[in-house]
């Protein structure tokens, strides 16, 4: 698959978010949004980017699986900070707590340090190049366990998208 | 007589900003800069996301772009709490009240000035 292959794929995709940016499918708009997506694409010079068409759905689902996955846990644990924060003793344990995050490409491993950060309670300070993260938790006591098994959920939603 | 989205936005509207106060709330009581972080950042992140959920129910904002810049906001939120938590570990900002800390075996050169 050619440079030039990918840039236009580049361009459709840029097209497609651009079109639902501005929610208004008129020829005209739809003609502005291709030329936008050509200057972009002309200016980033996409080298690597393989899509795979027919895999498409599956990974569009995972990764509307995993927004969702990612929601509910932000809002169960936003819920739990919000009691902490509400408890008139202010019961919180912080800490830094050292996370394998168990996996070698750096965009799993990037993406499983945001998926940590995002979620309240949870906040990676610090990473090495062995893949090691260094979070720091409001509530140590269990968040090795939970974070753990977070983790594999996240893997296997990840694993589906970057097949 | 209201109408089912307009009570979908009026309930978004009424956890988003539940939750931008508890994010201020965490900033005002919690001990340091990193506890303060994870109330800021994400609490009043989670705030904001609804937010743009209510304005997309009540107000002319198209779906998609509320959607689009739902997944901005949860995409780059993470990334500015772990710069500047990095950058208060680097210059020595120490944890209050913490208990365990194995970032400090890494990392040996920051002392911190407690």
Same mark, same amino acid.
């Given at each position: 698959?050619?440079?030039?292959?990918?840039?236009?794929?580049?361009?459709? !995709?840029?097209?497609?978010?651009?079109?639902?940016?501005?929610?208004?499918?008129?020829?005209?708009?739809?003609?502005?949004?291709?030329?936008?997506?050509?200057?972009?694409?002309?200016?980033?010079?996409?080298?690597?980017?393989?899509?795979?068409?027919?895999?498409?759905?599956?990974?569009?689902?995972?990764?509307?699986?995993?927004?969702?996955?990612? !929601?509910?846990?932000?809002?169960?644990?936003?819920?739990?900070?919000?009691?902490?924060? !509400?408890?008139?003793?202010?019961?919180?344990?912080?800490?830094?707590?050292?996370?394998?995050?168990?996996?070698?490409?750096?965009?799993?491993?990037?993406?499983?340090?945001?998926?940590?950060?995002?979620?309240?309670?949870?906040?990676?300070?610090?990473?090495?190049?062995?893949?090691?993260?260094?979070?720091?938790?409001?509530?140590?006591?269990?968040?090795?366990?939970?974070?753990?098994?977070?983790?594999?959920?996240?893997?296997?939603?990840?694993?589906?998208?970057?097949? | 007589?209201?109408?089912?989205?307009?009570? &979908?936005?009026?309930?978004?509207?009424?956890?988003?900003?539940?939750?931008?106060?508890?994010?201020?709330?965490?900033?005002?009581?919690?001990?340091?800069?990193?506890?303060?972080?994870?109330?800021?950042?994400?609490?009043?992140?989670?705030?904001?996301?609804?937010?743009?959920?209510?304005?997309?129910?009540?107000?002319?904002?198209?779906?998609?772009?509320?959607?689009?810049?739902?997944?901005?906001?949860?995409?780059?939120?993470?990334?500015?709490?772990?710069?500047?938590?990095?950058?208060?570990?680097? &210059?020595?900002?120490?944890?209050?009240?913490?208990?365990?800390?194995?970032?400090?075996?890494?990392?040996?050169? &920051?002392?911190?000035?407690?």
């Amino acid at each position: 698959m050619g440079p030039r292959n990918s840039a236009i794929q580049m361009t459709i !995709l840029l097209a497609i978010v651009y079109l639902l940016m501005t929610a208004n499918f008129e020829p005209i708009n739809l003609a502005f949004s291709l030329i936008i997506g050509l200057g972009i694409s002309s200016l980033v010079r996409p080298q690597h980017l393989s899509i795979q068409w027919r895999r498409l759905p599956i990974a569009l689902a995972a990764i509307a699986g995993y927004l969702i996955y990612m !929601l509910v846990d932000m809002w169960k644990s936003s819920l739990q900070v919000g009691r902490i924060l !509400l408890d008139p003793r202010l019961p919180i344990k912080p800490g830094i707590i050292n996370i394998h995050s168990g996996s070698e490409s750096e965009m799993a491993i990037a993406l499983s340090a945001h998926a940590i950060s995002l979620t309240p309670g949870e906040l990676v300070v610090e990473m090495d190049d062995q893949g090691e993260m260094y979070a720091h938790c409001l509530d140590i006591s269990q968040a090795e366990e939970l974070i753990a098994e977070a983790q594999k959920v996240r893997r296997s939603f990840l694993n589906q998208i970057f097949e | 007589m209201y109408s089912v989205s307009q009570i &979908i936005g009026l309930l978004c509207l009424v956890l988003g900003t539940v939750f931008s106060m508890l994010g201020i709330l965490g900033l005002l009581r919690l001990p340091d800069v990193y506890a303060r972080l994870h109330a800021t950042g994400k609490v009043s992140g989670l705030g904001a996301v609804f937010l743009l959920a209510a304005a997309i129910f009540l107000t002319p904002l198209s779906a998609g772009k509320g959607l689009v810049l739902i997944g901005l906001l949860l995409l780059t939120t993470p990334a500015v709490s772990h710069a500047i938590a990095s950058a208060a570990y680097r &210059i020595g900002i120490p944890i209050k009240a913490g208990q365990r800390d194995e970032l400090r075996k890494r990392l040996p050169k &920051i002392k911190p000035h407690e």
